[in-house]
């Protein structure tokens, strides 16, 4: 068997590993990216060569998997694989959320705690010297806020199904107490927790850092029946949720080329014109945002659509115009 082949059934064997309820051949067959057929191969190498692999019933389709993990042999990840953790748990130290940080900094001590010590010898050189080579550019922007205990507390309602409390305080207006449907949360530039109104079932969103006295409390409280959290996530340009519009801009042949590499939304469709440019679409929600950012491509955007694009853009220069001339002294 050649060494592409069994890197494959050893990924497959992992997976299955990895999986409480096993793996269909479908599911095989789709995170291998092949057929069915190859899939059956895969599983009939895998089923050969550990005899711990049992088959599953759950009708009306059939399970893999393999009880009491794989040895450490097997399971002793690769430079490139501790380097990412490394650099994943320095990004968001440096961002300023050390509770996840410490988390995959724990992950990270006990992978290399289980490691043969021949094998972590004949890794560290290698590893402490990629760490030193690569880094985490930070950008500007809010420092995100991802408390353990407020996390903790959201985690808890989350899998108990209970309602969460908590004081919501926002520039401008009165705090006041809530009582949500936590449906979970969204990090990014600043943290949110997607939480559902349990009267109307409305999800709504609040930053983590505007929350206080964050409890789970007593009683049911679910996520609507269709709710998907990435779904709902995959509905803004960022993070704002508000009314969902058709996006149409036009990129100039300058700009062309970075468009086309450019990810500008799940929904993004680009279409190439006849002068050069490039016809950019897409169905977001969160003008503002959209306008900030379109900010960073200066004279090579034209907006087409819509109106409120266009309304959000034209309050962002003011509002920039007033700060490079303020009326203050």
């Known amino acids: 068997m050649r060494h592409d082949k069994a890197a494959v059934v050893i990924e497959l064997a992992r997976r299955?590993?990895?999986?409480?309820?096993?793996?269909?051949?479908?599911?095989?067959?789709?995170?291998?990216?092949?057929?069915?057929?190859?899939?059956?191969?895969?599983?009939?190498?895998?089923?050969?060569?550990?005899?711990?692999?049992?088959?599953v019933s759950d009708p009306p389709t059939k399970r893999w998997r393999i009880r009491g993990g794989l040895?450490?042999?097997?399971?002793?990840?690769?430079?490139?694989?501790?380097?990412?953790?490394?650099?994943?748990?320095?990004g968001l130290r440096?961002?300023?959320?050390?509770?996840?940080?410490?988390?995959?900094?724990?992950?990270?001590?006990?992978?290399?705690?289980?490691?043969?010590?021949?094998?972590?010898?004949?890794?560290?050189?290698?590893?402490?010297a990629l760490v030193?080579?690569?880094?985490?550019?930070?950008?500007?922007?809010p420092r995100p806020s991802a408390d353990e205990a407020v996390l903790a507390e959201i985690r808890q309602a989350i899998l108990a199904g209970q309602p969460l409390g908590f004081i919501y305080s926002r520039p401008g207006v009165e705090a006041r107490r809530r009582s949500m449907a936590p449906c979970g949360v969204m990090f990014g530039r600043a943290n949110y927790l997607v939480a559902a109104d349990r009267e109307s079932g409305r999800v709504q969103t609040f930053r983590l850092d505007r929350m206080s006295a964050v409890r789970a409390?007593?009683?049911?409280?679910?996520?609507p029946a269709d709710f998907d959290l990435q779904s709902f996530a995959s509905q803004s340009f960022g993070i704002y949720q508000d009314e969902i519009e058709d996006?149409?801009?036009?990129?100039?042949?300058?700009?062309?080329?970075?468009?086309?590499?450019w990810r500008w939304h799940p929904t993004q469709t680009l279409e190439d014109l006849p002068d050069g440019s490039v016809r950019v679409r897409f169905t977001a929600s969160g003008m503002r945002e959209l306008a900030w950012h379109l900010f960073t491509w200066g004279h090579q955007v034209r907006i087409l659509a819509p109106d409120r694009l266009k309304t959000a853009m034209a309050e962002a220069l003011d509002a920039a115009k007033e700060a490079l001339n303020p009326t203050e002294a």
């Open 16 to 55: 299955m590993a990895a999986s409480a309820e096993g793996l269909t051949l479908d599911e095989m067959a789709r995170d291998a990216g092949v057929g069915r057929r190859t899939a059956e191969r895969m599983r009939d190498a895998v089923l050969a060569l550990y005899p711990a692999a049992e088959e």
């Open 94 to 128: 440096a961002s300023g959320e050390p509770g996840r940080a410490a988390a995959l900094e724990g992950l990270e001590r006990k992978l290399k705690s289980a490691m043969r010590s021949t094998t972590l010898n004949r890794l560290a050189p290698d590893l402490e």
């Open 132 to 141: 030193r080579a690569e880094t985490i550019a930070v950008q500007a922007g």
């Open 247 to 261: 996006v149409v801009l036009r990129v100039t042949p300058e700009g062309a080329n970075e468009a086309r590499a």
């Open 71 to 90: 040895s450490a042999f097997e399971q002793a990840p690769t430079t490139g694989e501790l380097v990412e953790l490394s650099k994943a748990a320095l």
């Open 217 to 223: 409390e007593d009683g049911v409280a679910a996520p």
